[in-house]
């Protein structure tokens, strides 16, 4: 079996250091390869991001220039390149036909995402390409009861060590708490509107782009992590 690669998808208006520090913590808690971080081209559950996807990725790739190579976080463009809607299955799937049938690959998503993943678009077809992570702040519960009965039968796939997410390429899912690390793109949007420093939120080099292009100035604000 090939050494595993995770999967890190967002819109990533801005990224910072909470997306960061999420994929070190987990490429190094998985025994992950390499973390791709996908920007979202036209992400289909959520309003048009602020930045265009040309700033998204600028500012990813600034993100990673110059970090030590043991972060082993890696720019993947490809759903920006594909046109319409960004649906991570057809990503998986694009995925899954570039590292062939032995890699695993697994897609790393929050709570939230988890609890709503019912309303992705094919997502019965998600563990086909991949394994599932859901990471979480320490303390939160998944209650298998209150779950939307469509994802309930995802509770037949769940494993409780990263040692069997390497011995198969996909159909797992496992529950992982993460450090908690309090930082959103929405509060970098307001920081940057209200005039305050946002350099301690994100790299240096994203932060300077910000300025640079003038971002978030006057836009309204929108949930996000």
Request: charged share 20%.
């Amino acid at each position: 079996m090939a050494e595993a690669i995770g999967i890190l998808g967002g819109t990533f208006d801005p990224i910072h250091h909470g997306h960061l520090r999420a994929a070190i913590e987990l490429r190094e808690l998985l025994k992950l390869v390499e973390v791709r971080l996908l920007p979202s081209g036209h992400p289909p559950h959520r309003k048009r991001p602020v930045a265009t996807p040309q700033q998204r990725c600028e500012m990813v790739r600034r993100a990673l220039a110059g970090r030590a190579l043991h972060d082993r976080l890696v720019a993947d463009w490809r759903e920006i390149d594909r046109p319409g809607p960004s649906y991570m299955v057809d990503t998986l799937a694009s995925l899954r036909a570039e590292v062939g049938d032995r890699t695993p690959l697994l897609l790393l998503i929050g709570s939230d995402a988890f609890l709503s993943l019912h309303q992705w678009q094919r997502w019965q077809q998600l563990l086909t390409f991949a394994h599932i992570v859901v990471a979480h702040r320490p303390g939160w519960q998944l209650d298998t009861t209150a779950l939307a009965k469509p994802l309930q039968p995802l509770m037949d796939h769940r494993c409780h060590h990263s040692t069997e997410l390497q011995q198969t390429p996909a159909g797992r899912l496992m529950i992982q708490p993460l450090p908690p690390l309090a930082i959103s793109a929405t509060a970098i949007r307001q920081r940057v509107a209200a005039g305050r420093s946002i350099h301690s939120l994100l790299p240096d080099a994203v932060a300077d782009y910000i300025v640079e292009q003038q971002l978030y100035l006057l836009q309204p604000t929108l949930k996000e992590s």
